[in-house]
């Protein structure tokens, strides 16, 4: 009797160290997010200049690699409009130590 009731009351004791610690590590999430929301905020003021590079970047670095592959039946693979969106990437950045 003394095995089984100490089986379960571990078990029992496992379970609710399990649960505080989920408990425990939401709520810390929670904290990081918030102290990040100013780099989130500059990080959107900034994500048009960024998107805008980043398009030319790709445009300069890939067309060159599509007209070396091009097919011998198309004249010219070029891109008319590359744009990334306009809202930022970085929504969701958190605060890691």
């Keep these: 009797m003394g095995l089984i009731s100490g ?3 571990g078990a029992l004791f496992g379970i609710s ?5 989920r408990y425990m590590m ?5 904290n990081r997010a918030a102290k ?3 780099l ?3 990080l959107s003021k ?3 200049y960024v998107a805008e590079a980043t398009s030319i970047i790709i445009k300069e670095s890939v067309e060159p690699i599509l007209e070396e ?3 011998s039946g198309i004249s ?3 891109f008319s409009k590359l744009s990334l969106g306009n809202a930022s990437a970085f929504k969701a950045l958190r605060k890691v130590k």
């Design 76 to 78: 010219a693979l070029k």
């Design 46 to 48: 900034l994500w048009p």
């Design 26 to 30: 939401r709520r810390r999430s929670r």
């Design 69 to 71: 592959y091009r097919p």
């Design 40 to 42: 989130n905020k500059q």
């Design 36 to 38: 990040a929301k100013w």
């Design 7 to 9: 089986m379960f009351m």
């Design 17 to 21: 160290i399990m649960a505080s610690w």
